[in-house]
T-cell receptor
Framework: GENVEQHPSTLSVQEGDSAVIKCTYS??????FPWYKQELGKGPQLIID?????GEKKDQRIAVTLNKTAKHFSLHITETQPEDSAVYFC?????????????FGKGTKLSVKP | GAGVSQTPSNKVTEKGKYVELRCDPI?????LYWYRQSLGQGPEFLIY????????DSGLPNDRFFAVRPEGSVSTLKIQRTERGDSAVYLC????????????FGPGTRLLVL
């Protein structure tokens, strides 16, 4: 089955700097890759996602890139702000099949220092 | 509109007891998922409902775990003979249709088995 590896496990940056989180997946059939932000005591919140027919997607300060050949995808946050501090999870799944469950990485705790 | 809601938000029980966790998905969402999140880990898939039927229950760890969705809306996750290792956050997510849609998560139920 699918396996998703995520790194780093912790990341500390200064406010205004960029942050990059990387994930790799094992199942070449996976075609949907969402990123979730989870704040303490809350459920994961979708921040951006990408499908395998696209190499890059941007939404304001957030961007995701996908390399299908290498089976890895990355989250880029520019101009980080203290409110970006949270745990970020990448995930992978195969859309369009009978299964819809997401396989998550172990998470990256991002700390943005003012 | 209202998001996914879960009750209770916290549940403390003793080893060997039976517990029920409830999930109210977003209105009109036909797909519903249960995940379990241990401390410092990403969510792990338990079961997926399409309408009233369990389309994939491959993530349920053993036969002490069972879930129902009798009317295709609210779902209940049931855990019999709880063990200390069952302590975790149980997350529910829903999506508009089946596996091709974005999953929206609830805040979770924090279960502690003493």
């Amino acid at each position: 089955g699918e396996n998703v590896e995520q790194h780093p496990s912790t990341l500390s940056v200064q406010e205004g700097d960029s942050a990059v989180i990387k994930c790799t997946y094992s199942d070449s059939a996976s075609n949907y890759f969402p990123w979730y932000k989870q704040e303490l005591g809350k459920g994961p919140q979708l921040i951006i996602d990408i499908r395998s027919n696209v190499g890059e997607k941007k939404d304001q300060r957030i961007a995701v890139t996908l390399n299908k050949t290498a089976k890895h995808f990355s989250l880029h946050i520019t101009e980080t702000q203290p409110e970006d501090s949270a745990v970020y999870f990448c995930a992978a799944s195969m859309r369009g099949g009978s299964q819809g469950n997401l396989i998550f990485g172990k998470g990256t705790k991002l700390s943005v220092k003012p | 509109g209202a998001g996914v809601s879960q009750t209770p938000s916290n549940k403390v029980t003793e080893k060997g007891k039976y517990v029920e966790l409830r999930c109210d998905p977003i209105s009109g969402h036909t797909a519903l998922y249960w995940y379990r999140q241990s401390l410092g880990q990403g969510p792990e898939f338990l079961i997926y409902f399409q309408g009233t039927g369990a389309a994939d229950d491959s993530g349920l760890p053993n036969d002490r775990f069972f879930a129902v969705r009798p009317e295709g809306s609210v779902s209940t996750l049931k855990i019999q003979r709880t063990e200390r290792g069952d302590s975790a956050v149980y997350l529910c997510a829903s999506s508009l249709q089946h596996s091709s849609e974005t999953q929206y998560f609830g805040p979770g139920t924090r279960l502690l088995v003493l």
